[in-house]
């Protein structure tokens, strides 16, 4: 069983917005802080933010108030919803937490 499992990524145009979904194993879920990263094309993977295991989340100054990370503990399911998003927010972004990570979902911002 894949432990975390990414969807939800796609094109989108400038503006727009996506909400992507990271569906964790219970076990490595319950408890747990839970984030998400990125990478843009040519560069290192980086921090988006975080949520803690009772929904408070943490974010990257780029992102704050564009971004919202949620969880829903009952589903063991992490949300990234992402809105007026713009061409430098294309990358692949993952959902890492308790030293696992997502396989990755391409996120494409561009007219």
């Known amino acids: 069983q894949v432990p975390l499992v990414e969807s939800g990524g796609g094109w989108v145009q400038p503006g727009g917005s996506l909400r992507l979904s990271c569906t964790a194993s219970?076990?490595?879920?319950?408890?747990?802080?839970m984030s998400w990263y990125r990478q843009a094309p040519g560069k290192e993977r980086a921090l988006v933010g975080t949520v803690s295991s009772v929904g408070s989340a943490l974010y990257v100054d780029s992102v704050r108030g564009r971004f919202t990370i949620s969880r829903d503990n009952a589903k063991n399911v992490v949300y990234l919803q992402m809105n007026n998003l713009k061409v430098e927010d294309t990358g692949v972004y993952f959902c890492a937490g308790n030293g696992f990570w997502g396989q990755g979902t391409q996120v494409t911002v561009s007219s």
């Open positions: 219970g076990n490595i879920f319950a408890g747990k802080p």
